[in-house]
């Protein structure tokens, strides 16, 4: 979320309209977000189908296919069908759509998914009405950064299992960044070797007010939480929300040299985590001082 400012400044004023827009409304920094990239098979079944700043992760199966956040923007969503479809898959068959988080740039594009496949929309319980309002909730210094608003089929809790033909996806809630934030865990197997997948939910403060957040009472515990549920969870391969958080475009170049282990990294998670908890800690107590307030 690091244009959000821009974007919601030019998603919420009228006036804004009619002067020049960049071509790229999300700003310079985000022009990857829009940007096209060959879609590829990362390990097992799972497929990149996102834009090169921006994942988007297709699971296939005999019985229809999961895809797994849809882009920033109707446009971003429709990046993400090509994509889809430049693998030779069907839109027809993806039956299930899941999300992270219910941020513009993981969730704007799935309306125009969800009615162009017809699949269901699968949301935790906590994320739904974000979703069904279009806009971010809880308090944030970048606005409510609104998305088209779309309807969620299933809402579910902490440990719902997913099952769609071969695959089995786990939703662990790592609230925090949102307030229903979900991680998704599945198992694949690659060249006969078994392998834990993460799809780690995001876990930066992105401008959110930890302290009196009244839409969002606890997000401090929740960030807290969340930090002790990533380093719980068995991961060999981390496939996160940002193509920053695992750099996966160098990973696809030392997949595409040969590296037939580019995504395997069983302590990645574990690291990004510790990443993520330092920036939390000090930006909590840049916000506790800011406020007048002593540390919790
Ligand atoms: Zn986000």
Known sequence: MKALILAAALLATPALAHQQQPANPYGDDNANWVRPIKPYRVVGNIYYVGSEGLPAWLITSSEGHILLDGGPSTDGGKLVERAIQQLGFQLADVKILINTHAHFDHAGGLAVLKADTGAKLWASRLDKPALEAGHHIGFNSN??????????DKSFGDGTRLRLG??????????????????????V??????????????????????????????????????????????????????????????????????DANAF???????????????????????????AGKAPR
């Open 143 to 152: 606005g409510p950064t609104p998305f088209p608003a779309v309807k969620v």
């Open 166 to 187: 071969e695959n089995q996806l786990v939703a662990h809630l790592t609230p925090g960044h949102s307030i229903g934030c979900t991680t998704w865990t599945m198992a």
């Open 189 to 258: 197997t690659e060249k006969g070797r078994p392998l834990n997948v993460t799809f780690n939910c995001s876990m930066s403060v992105a401008g959110n007010q930890l302290i009196d957040n009244r839409e969002h009472r606890n997000i401090v515990a929740d960030y807290r939480a969340t930090f002790a549920t990533m380093r719980s969870l068995p991961t060999d391969v981390m496939l996160p929300s940002h193509e920053e958080q695992g750099d996966l475009v160098a990973k696809r170049e030392r997949m595409l040299r040969g």
């Open 264 to 290: 395997i990294d069983p302590t990645e998670l574990a690291r990004l985590t510790d990443r993520y908890e330092a920036n939390f800690e000090k930006e909590l107590a840049r916000q506790e001082a800011a």
